[in-house]
């Protein structure tokens, strides 16, 4: 199995930035198919962010142009750099794996195999 450690999280006031960074313990995983998802209390988790094996990104609408998804394989990582924060975007942050190759963009929760424990991200001023 994989294990996956979210990182990154923190406050910051509207308009600012933060990076999050998901350590993945298996090299393998720079070849599948990987996302980030956020959940606030109340809420379903919802997808934000997916890259597939070819390195090509999807985004949720209320993030698009804001958030970057990316990989950095010579450390076997997945990042999410997010810009201009708004306050719903508050939430916690988890790193998710597919577990195979995939070609197609996934923000479905329900079709990811791992999940990191999660970083808590706050907006607000």
């Known amino acids: 199995q994989v294990q996956l450690v979210e990182s990154g999280g923190g406050s910051v006031q509207p308009g600012g930035s933060l990076k999050l960074s998901c350590l993945v313990s298996?090299?393998?995983?720079?070849?599948?198919?990987m996302g980030w998802f956020r959940q606030t209390p109340g809420k379903e988790r919802e997808g934000v962010a997916a890259?597939?094996?070819?390195?090509?990104?999807t985004y949720a609408a209320s993030v698009r142009g804001r958030f970057t998804i990316s990989r950095d394989k010579a450390k076997n990582t997945l990042n999410l750099q997010m810009i201009n924060l708004k306050p719903e975007d508050t939430a916690m942050y988890y790193c998710?794996?597919?577990?195979?190759?995939?070609?197609?963009?996934?923000?479905?929760?329900?079709?990811?195999?791992?999940w990191g424990q999660g970083t808590q991200v706050t907006v607000s001023s």
């Open positions: 998710a794996a597919f577990g195979s190759y995939c070609y197609s963009t996934r923000l479905q929760e329900d079709e990811y195999d791992d």
């Open positions: 298996q090299s393998t995983y720079n070849r599948y198919c």
């Open positions: 890259i597939t094996t070819d390195d090509r990104a």
